[in-house]
């Protein structure tokens, strides 16, 4: 697929040369290559404070790259299969907002299943966009959210012929994939453009019989956090983009809202993972289905947990499935997920992805080994032995189809007030309040607020999720649009 | 020529020994592993730069882990043995007659042909028909293990690397769930004197004591291993390691040993107030 060299890393190149030339800086950052700041540089080391520079001429800069970071760039759309990538340093947010920016104007209809990332709905106040769900269906067994039907699609487009883009989750924080082949034809037979918030399929350009990746369907835009699967520091991520758009133009939108000081030490981890992935990902990605096998076949050996995989795979809502992520149903041994989760770091110093109400997942990558996988498993044995328990009168689903009434930007800019939680049904809520991880809305702004939405997020609490988002950090009260 | 093998027990403590020739070195699909042949402590084996046993002072750590739990509980019939691939434990273990099955979990096999090749006298009883061997983590054996052995015996490497996973809650959950009702678990703690090792020893000790109503330590002095001081730890489900000691039992079979006798058991269990204010201090230390 290849025709560049991707055992070139310019930028690692580029900062290595700098360091050799030895620079004397009357630049920023004022720790002056770590010699300002000795506390912070016994802390990180020397040779990364060494590093941590400013764009200049030879570094090249990230909001007008013309050298290294160019070639860089290059590099990383040759090895995703893209016709342009942008390297991204806000965060896996940052790229899925520009991909939202860049292709819907305020007014313009976007649709998306509900349960994206905040990121998504974050940038339709940004933009003014009117969101138009598509229901992902829900697995009432497992009470997860599933992915996006060629089906559904077909119909929010029939009543909405006028969507300017379509965004699909692929795959989910579950593993859930989407027929996204399909869905690109679809979209791009009635001039719509696909988004795709791949933040958790990195793996999928690299490896052998994973599910197909964005843009080897036809995608027009997907943001890829390469930090989560692929081996980056965190808030690194990629912005691939297709034949369709500008490049020019993603480029303008992605510097309204990105810094102007792009950190190298996360362009580096870039550069480095790219190559590292183009070069070894196949390997690398065939031990972490091993792994991440081994420990769902022993998971489901303990019985009472479900470690669930492809034979969740129905051709519809559930197109393919991520077999590096390791996800595993817990409610029938009578703890919820996020209390799993708890116990394994509280008394098991084992740390998780996530729990949610039914579930917790575990994420594996060229990191592990059979010894950390073994922990887990054991450990697993462990919380099942000791804290079972009766799983009668649990919560048993997630998904609560949302009544959208406002657009999430008037909603966000309307006046508003404070009113109780308990107290809240039936207002039109003015703010965001969800669990983190997965980091999913469970009410957004512009959204009628129910009877059963408030029973979940008072569930949710009590079983000690960490629920962010609202102006009362205490959740006790919400904010709703005044009327 | 000037050979020396050094082993760093701190940052800032090296303990070294001439060499006199390297006689293997091997990386494992697990670790290195290496053997020397010395004057003072005769042939060595270390484990990723780790000294793991001397032809010198192998026997008593070999015969401190197994005869004090055995002199506890002298009818002690199933044993399962984790780690300990060099065939020292198994050495000592195989000298009860009583004993009627050893299970020996070792997740490197190479150790164990390692020990057969270079070290005889030590791997001598390996080939012993009462034991079955398992290669694999020992995390991995003993989860799903029930009520089946009457003596456990963690004979580990250090917890970190591939020795990490049995200094954790759950594999002493598992432990716990896989010993009889009379069962006792004996495992290496490290040494109790430089910090980066006593926090293992109070890290496991803490941890034991959530799942064992008796639970003690006890030392013995192993000239090659950091500090000279080494700790074990005793745990079981209701038999104290002193006050149910059958000293006249456990002579009356004759067993010859070099380090080992009944009155070393009693003395090994008294404990320096410096080590039991570490056992008994429950807030975390600092890492840096």
């Known amino acids: ?483 | 020529m000037d050979l020396w093998f050094t082993e760093q027990h701190t940052k800032d403590v090296c303990f070294s020994i001439r060499v006199e020739k390297q006689i293997h070195s091997e990386q494992s699909k697990y670790q290195r592993i290496d053997v020397f042949e010395s004057k003072e402590f005769g042939r060595f084996l270390t484990i990723d730069g780790k000294m793991m046993l001397t032809e010198k002072d192998e026997f008593i750590y070999h015969e401190m882990i197994v005869h004090v739990p055995m002199a506890v509980n002298p009818g002690v019939k199933n044993v399962l043995v984790i780690g300990g691939g060099d065939g020292g434990t198994i050495r000592e273990l195989t000298r009860y007659g009583t004993i009627e099955k050893i299970d020996l979990v070792e997740v490197d096999k190479r150790v164990l042909e390692v020990s057969r090749a270079y070290f005889p006298e030590v791997s001598e009883k390996l080939s012993d028909k009462r034991i079955s061997f398992y290669f694999e983590d020992g995390l991995r054996f003993i989860r799903e293990k029930e009520n089946e052995y009457d003596l456990i015996i963690v004979d580990s490497t250090d917890p970190f690397g591939p020795g990490e996973g049995l200094f954790t809650k759950e594999f002493y959950g598992s432990c716990c769930n896989a010993l009889k009702e009379n069962g006792i678990l004996v495992n290496q703690q490290e040494c109790p004197y430089y910090a980066d090792y006593s926090k293992f020893m109070k890290r496991a000790h803490q941890c034991m004591q959530e799942f064992f109503p008796v639970c003690r330590i006890y030392q013995a002095q192993i000239p090659s291993y950091p500090s000279g001081n080494w700790v074990f730890g005793f745990a079981s489900k209701g038999l104290n390691p002193v006050s149910d000691l059958r000293d006249s039992e456990w002579n009356k079979l004759g067993l010859k040993t070099r380090y080992y006798n009944t009155d070393v058991h009693v003395g090994s269990f008294a404990i320096p107030n410096y080590i039991r204010d570490i056992l008994a201090d429950t807030t975390e230390q600092q890492e840096f």
């Open chain 1, 1 to 483: 697929m290849s025709h560049l060299s991707q055992e070139k890393t310019p930028i690692l190149t580029a900062l290595n040369k700098y360091r050799m030339d030895r620079i004397v800086p009357f630049d920023v950052p004022g720790h002056k290559q770590g010699r300002g700041n000795p506390r912070l540089t016994a802390f990180l080391g020397k040779q990364c404070l060494s590093v941590d520079v400013n764009s200049m001429k030879p570094l090249d800069n990230l909001c007008h790259p013309v050298s290294v970071i160019k070639e860089a760039e290059e590099l990383a759309a040759d090895a995703f299969g893209a016709a342009n990538a942008f390297f991204i340093v806000n965060g896996t947010t940052a790229a899925v907002q520009s991909m939202i920016l860049a292709t819907c104007k305020r007014g313009d209809k976007i649709i998306l299943p509900r349960n994206v990332h905040i990121s998504a709905i974050h940038a339709l106040i940004l933009s003014g966009a009117q969101p138009v769900y598509v229901n992902p269906g829900v697995n009432t067994r497992l009470g997860i959210p599933l992915g996006m039907t060629p089906e559904d699609l077909k119909a929010a487009i029939a009543q909405n012929p006028d969507a300017k883009a379509v965004l699909v989750n692929n795959p989910t924080y579950y593993g859930i994939c989407s027929n996204l082949k399909e869905i690109t034809e679809l979209a791009h037979a009635h001039n719509m453009l696909v988004l795709v918030d791949e933040a958790h399929g990195t793996h999928f350009y690299f490896g052998e019989g994973l599910p197909a990746s964005a843009m080897s369907c036809g995608a027009d835009m997907a943001a890829v956090s390469m930090h989560k699967t692929g081996g980056s520091l965190t808030q690194s991520s990629l912005l691939l983009t297709g034949k369709r758009l500008n490049p020019g133009c993603v480029r303008q939108i992605i510097n309204l809202t990105q810094t102007t000081s792009g950190s190298y030490l996360l362009l580096t981890s870039l550069d480095i993972s790219r190559s590292s992935l183009a070069l070894d990902g196949k390997a690398m990605f065939r031990k972490v289905v091993s792994l991440a096998q081994y420990a769902r076949d022993e998971i489901n050996k303990i019985g009472g947990y479900y470690a669930f995989s492809k034979e969740l795979c129905d051709g519809g809502a559930v197109y393919d499935f991520d077999t590096t992520k390791l996800s595993v149903f817990t409610r029938d041994i009578g703890l919820a997920g996020i209390e799993v989760y708890d116990i394994l770091r509280d008394e098991y110093g084992i740390q998780i992805e996530f729990g949610d109400i039914g579930n917790i997942l575990a994420i594996i990558s060229a990191g592990d080994s059979e010894f950390t996988i073994e922990r887990l498993v054991a450990a697993l044995y462990e919380v099942k032995r000791r804290y079972a328990k009766d799983p009668t009168g649990m919560f048993d689903h997630e998904y609560i189809a949302p009544q959208v009434e406002m657009t999430p930007q008037n909603a966000f800019y309307a006046n508003k007030k404070m009113v109780p939680i308990g107290a809240s049904a039936g207002c039109l809520c003015g703010e965001f309040v969800m669990c983190y991880p997965p980091g999913i809305p469970i009410l957004a702004p512009g959204e009628r607020i129910t009877e059963e939405i408030i029973d979940y997020i008072l569930y949710a609490k009590a079983k000690g999720c960490f629920l962010s988002g609202t102006e009362d950090i205490t959740i006790e009260n919400l904010k709703v649009v005044d009327v």
